[in-house]
Structures are given as C-alpha cells and as structure tokens.
C-alpha cells in the first residue's frame, strides 16, 4: 500500500481526510498529532481512539513543547514581537514547528504521500505546503479538502455514511490552544465592527483581588517566577495559568494574511503579552540606544517572516544569531501586577542597569561632565542642521 503521514487534529477536516484516503484511494494512512502545548493527555488520547476508530494504519502524538521553545518562541521573546503591535503569533508559530515534525516523522517511516486538511482560503495551506516542499521535496502533498472544495455537510454525510457518527456539530466560537496563546475565532471576527463577546474566551475572570509577581530572565529566556527556577516553557505555562485567571490579554488582531486578504482573529495571550512587555522593559535598562534600535526592525522582519511561512529562509538564522547574541545582559528582576483584566510593571532590578546614578539622574544633576562639556556638545550636535540653513535659507 501507499504510506502516508496524516497531520490530524482529530477534527472534522482531517477525520474526513483519514476516512477518505484509505478508503477511497488506498492509502496506508499514518496519523500524526504534534503537540505544542494545546492538548492535555485527555485530548490526545481521544484523538489517538477516534483515529483508530476511523481506521489509520498508525498514530503518533509528537511532543515539540520544548522543540517549539527552542526553535521559535524563545526568538519571539527576544524580539519582542507582536504582528501589527498586537499578536503575538500564537498559531502561526505554531504552525512551523508542527509542519517541521510532521515532515520529520514522515522521513522517519518511509512515507510517500503526506496530508493536511487545509482549505484553500486560509495562511495554514501555506506554512504546510512550503516546509514539506521545501524538506522533503520528493514526498507527494496531498489536500482533498482544498482540491475537493467540501463543504462541512458533505464531509458529515461521508463520514456518518461510513459509520463515523462523533458530533461534529460546529462550536459557536474555534478555539486553538497552544504555548504562546489560544486564537478565537467566531461571528464576531468575520465582520470589521463586531467585537467577542466575555464567553468566547476559554479564560474567565476569576481573581480580582491584585497580585504582586516577579518574573527573572536570565539572557533573555524566564527562568524563575517568584524565585521558583523551571525551564522557560514551564515558566510560560505557570504565568499563563495564573494570570488567565485575571483574564489578561485579550485582544482582536487585525491583519494581512499571505494570500493578500484582510482577517481578524480574537486571542486570549496573556503569558506572552505579559513576557514581551517585561523583557522589553527590562531591555530598555540593559540595551543601549542602538541595541533597541536595530533590535526594533530585525525583529519586526522576523515576525513578518515568520507569519508569511518563512521559517526556513536563511536570513531567519542571521537574524536569530543577532537577537541572541543582544540577550547577554538581559538578565534580572521584572516586578509586575496583576489586576482584572490588565497588569502593571513596577520596575525592575539588575546588575546591568544603564540608569545609573554615578553619571546623574535626567533632569537633575550631571556628574560626569561639566556644563561647558554640555555647551560644546550641543554646539557640535546643531553643526548638521546649521550648515543646512545656512545654504538652504530660513524655513
């Protein structure tokens, strides 16, 4: 028979594809599930039974938690990235490092076909197509939802007509959950005017009483909450767990996507919008002008990349290369609060800290020069412009 790798979710698309495949075209079909935070061992062992039931040849669930860390969100971090200045590319990003594994395990066992149930009209047909085209180049891809143009209906009536009966009624909102936030998708984002409403989020208010919280980045990455030392990726979970329960981080992204139609998407991030905007902070006291400088359009560029499918082009490597190499003196204390849906950061404490007393305190006093060093540097700063108008006549 014909080996296939099914990238599977356990949804109605990928159910239909695993039906469909060996039942229609004869394929040894070869589930795979990569899971890069969003699934408890509940889910995957579910998904691992609706796979069998269906009748795949094999499934695997991956785990690229620490993969996912190492390879992407970790640079997101240090880049301080949010797409528009407000995602922080949760699915996207994800997307990648599955696509990766995916096409990984498909070496691994020989397979000759590999399958996604991507339709034709979103970003994921993109990020899936290039990695596996790129990476394996020899292995045939193969999409029936978007060569087929099904609607859910007819993969319904296919699949009960072949004694699939799960519920496949649609949720009201879809939800994707993984390490570096959960998307929101419903009505509401299909439109420009309508905004999510508090049940859409898998979060809900919980606390509402303010809690103190210190979050210490050693070259860059989270390596304690309140002293306790875990890995980053474990830190990330802790922080999102606790500060979800003040339901921060929600937002509505509005953007371009790579077929070059406008979206929107809801999200609830409040680890990574948390985690960026105190690295940035403490990158602010470490980093000098320059650094923050062309931290600032690198980093956007990355983010960029990375949206469009990018991942594998060599310039991402240069850039990672200089965003870690900034991250040496990005260590200390970021003191935060959290609040109902908002949080504060109170400052922060570390060795590197630029703002330094011993050459004086903005706005106060100098210590290191003279206010004739003063004058002469501002005398010599204003030469440029002087030059200009002095040629150029008066404004």
């Known amino acids: ?45 579910i998904m691992e039974e609706k796979a069998y039931a269906i009748g795949v040849a094999s499934y695997v669930s991956i785990n690229a938690l620490t993969s996912f860390y190492q390879k992407v969100v970790r640079y997101l971090i240090y880049g301080n990235i949010l797409k528009n200045n407000t995602y922080p590319l949760s699915v996207s990003a994800e997307r990648i490092v599955q696509a990766i594994e995916i096409i990984n395990h498909a070496k691994k066992i020989g397979a000759q076909y590999i399958a996604h149930g991507s339709t034709g009209a979103g970003n994921d047909q993109v990020r899936f197509d290039m990695i596996f085209q790129i990476l394996a180049p020899e292995i045939e891809i193969i999409t029936p939802i978007r060569d087929l143009q099904l609607s859910r209906e007819s993969e319904i009536a296919y699949l009960e007509e072949n004694g699939i009966e799960y519920s496949w009624e649609k949720a009201k909102y879809s ?13 509401e984002t299909l439109t420009s005017h309508g905004t999510l409403p508090e049940e859409a989020y898998p979060s809900q208010l919980e606390e509402t009483t303010p809690k103190k919280v210190v979050l210490t980045f050693t070259k ?14 474990i830190n990330i979970q802790l922080l999102s767990e606790m500060a979800s329960k003040y339901a921060i981080g929600r937002d509505i992204h509005v953007g371009d996507t790579i077929i070059g139609i406008k979206g929107r998407v809801g999200f609830e991030a409040a680890a990574p919008i948390i985690i960026i905007k105190a690295h940035h902070l403490l990158e602010k006291h470490v980093l000098t002008k320059w650094q923050q400088h ?8 990355y983010g960029m990349l990375l949206h469009e499918g990018q991942y594998l082009d060599e310039v991402m490597r240069n850039i990672e290369s200089f965003l870690a190499d900034s991250q ?22 570390s060795e590197h800290d630029l703002m330094n007393a011993s050459f004086g305190s903005y706005g106060e006093m100098n210590k290191g020069w003279t206010a004739e060093d003063a004058k002469g540097f501002i ?8 030059i200009y108008y002095h040629v150029n006549g008066e404004l």
């Not at 062309?294 to 560029?301: C, F, G, T, V």
């Not at 005398?379 to 002087?386: E, I, M, V, Y």
């Open 294 to 301: 062309h931290k600032e359009y690198l980093a956007n560029w």
């Open 175 to 187: 939800i994707n959950k993984g390490l570096w936030g959960t998307s929101v998708g419903g009505s």
């Open 1 to 45: 028979m014909k080996k296939l790798i099914l990238a599977y979710s356990g949804g109605l698309d990928t159910s239909y594809c695993a039906k469909y495949l060996s039942k229609e075209k004869g394929f040894e079909v070869h589930a795979v599930s990569v899971n890069t935070g969003g699934f408890s061992e509940t889910e995957i062992k």
């Open 328 to 349: 040496k003196n990005v260590s200390g204390d970021v003191f935060a609060t959290l609040l109902p849906y908002r949080f504060q950061l109170d400052g922060i404490a």
């Open 379 to 386: 005398k010599l700063t204003s030469n440029q412009n002087k």
């Open 220 to 233: 860059g990455e989270l390596t304690a909450i309140d002293g306790n030392k875990n890995a980053p990726q």
